[in-house]
């Protein structure tokens, strides 16, 4: 195996678990919204169980760093490449480093979204196993 292989793979498995980790949080706040009673009779306000207050904070939350984790690769990761296109006459010839760090506020909003969501649905399905009495 060379190492372009093993990067390939965790870029694979990473898109996968951002991907099912979004559907997996829209669900989640779903399950609150039905265990809430629906839709509220007045739009402006909105219930939730106070049984389910610290899911919908971590569901949210994991929504939350998703977009942070795009948005921080997006920004580090075009600066540092406009920087790169202004150092070097022949962009598509050359080869540099880029540095490690460069990739730490993503990796982190990453590992924070799969905690958050973990967690979140811990609660969840603690609160679902009282409710139904398995």
């Known amino acids: 195996m060379r190492l372009e292989d093993a990067r390939q793979i965790y870029y694979d498995r990473s898109g996968i678990a951002s991907d099912v980790s979004r559907k997996l949080a829209f669900a989640g706040i779903a399950i609150i919204w039905i265990f809430s009673g629906g839709t509220p009779t007045n739009v402006q306000q909105v219930h939730i169980s106070h049984d389910l207050r610290w899911e919908a904070i971590l ?66 399905l603690d609160f679902l196993a009282r409710r139904l009495q398995v």
């Open 59 to 124: 569901f949210t939350t994991a929504l939350t760093a998703d977009l942070l984790q795009y948005m921080s690769g997006s920004l580090l990761w075009g600066i540092f490449s406009r920087l790169k296109e202004k150092d070097l006459k022949t962009v598509q010839e050359s080869e540099f480093e880029a540095p490690r760090a460069i990739n730490w506020p993503a990796l982190a909003f990453f590992w924070a979204k799969l905690i958050s969501l973990s967690i979140g649905y811990g609660l969840a």
